[in-house]
């Protein structure tokens, strides 16, 4: 059965849906790749990165290497954000690597 939230059906909203996406399997390999390539490019010398640039570079390469997977293996876009935030928050050498808006859930 697939446990993986679906780009196409309702929208996964806010900090909450992350939170519960990033401890699936697909959402705790994501969250790794993301830092590895972000990692990558702060070593290339990049001061800072675009996060979505990062999200289309993972869902390529895991197209490559698994073809179309039979659970739909897939990013919600409206996690982006969130997983440079993530990244961010777990690697302190990553802080201000990503450009960010406030989020509507970070209003009040």
Known sequence: MNNQLDLFGPPAQGQAAFDEWKHTAHGREVCKNF???AYVLKKR???HYGARALV???RWETAMKHGP???GFKINN???PYLA???EAR???LKGFFLKR???DEQS
């Open 91 to 93: 690697e302190p050498s």
């Open 56 to 58: 289309e570079v993972i």
């Open 102 to 104: 406030t989020l509507k």
């Open 69 to 71: 997977d039979e659970d």
């Open 35 to 37: 830092i590895a390539k």
């Open 78 to 80: 409206n996690f982006t």
């Open 85 to 87: 935030r993530h990244a």
């Open 45 to 47: 010398g990049y001061d």
